[in-house]
């Protein structure tokens, strides 16, 4: 026990993680809470082993869209480096990014098919600062899905009485809860064969459908995406984090979810 | 919700353009097919100095198919 304590001290409490440094320097953030921070946070995300399990993270960590726009894991402005393109009416802040719900998105760049998402894989993070103002609009954090809106990918948070969904394919409709707080962080983690949504670390739907086709198109951050038709359902919940990658294990998910809720907490939001 | 109308060439003109740094227009279409950008768009325009004088007016939005 006291060995395993030693090794977490030493791996995550001390010291400047390369990683980090590179991400808070190439985006010019200069708040000392913010940097020692998220300088932590890439260091417990590296000794649980969730840190190379991620393609894409993006914790909106300063107050501008020059300061909210590159990948925690690649900072390079580039666009293969996955780093956002913000369009339309964002406002940015020390709390996140909100789009206006009328035409504002987010480019991540990021393309489910190329980049592994599968039967078998996937993982969606957003943690929704504050949500949607208008519940009954089906708005999407995020999404993709073919011509038809069949097999679709998509988080939809809702506050009851209006549903909220976790979308991966299948033909039986997106998986679904009801809540009272939209606010937290959602996953959408399919490590195997089925597809489970969980909200602020708690599994709360689980699906067992198929999906055929993963749609190629890339994702954007503040709607989602109809191949064929476009932009679809544009929404106004504020973003103060996001991740996309390979399907997280419950534990890892778990894990994950502190983490995340840990930053939040810690950064002011 | 608050938009601006444009004219065609106001368009024209904004289209693939940054309204403020790393932030780029995103020009669309109302329910009787005007092109409008948003009033954070206008507001936040520090790139045309004809932008932010733009009249906003309330915006209708296309009615968005259920497929």
Known sequence: MEAAISDYKNSVCCGIDESAKAFLDAEGITDENVRTEINKHVKKLKYYEIWDEMDVIYPFAGTTAATQRRNLKNPADLDSAFRLVFNGGWTHSATGAKPNGTNAYANTFYNPATQGFSNTNAHIGIYVVSPEITDSGTRRLTGVSTSTDSQPIYIIPRTSPYVSNFGYGGTTGPAQFTQSDARGFYQLNRAGLVTKGSKNGVIVTTQTSTISVITSLDFYLGCGRISGYGNYKYSDSEIGYASFGNGLTDEKARIYDYLVRDLQSKIGR | ?67
């Not at chain 2, 780029?24 to 329910?31: A, K, R, S, Y």
């Open chain 2, 1 to 67: 919700m608050n938009v601006a109308i444009l004219t065609v060439s106001q368009k024209d003109q904004l289209l693939g353009q940054e309204f403020a740094p790393f932030s780029h227009f995103n020009i669309i279409q109302d329910l009787n097919d005007n092109w409008v950008i948003s009033e954070e768009e206008v507001v936040n325009c520090t790139t045309f100095s004809w932008v932010p004088s733009l009249t906003l007016t309330m915006y209708e939005p296309k009615i968005e198919p259920n497929f």
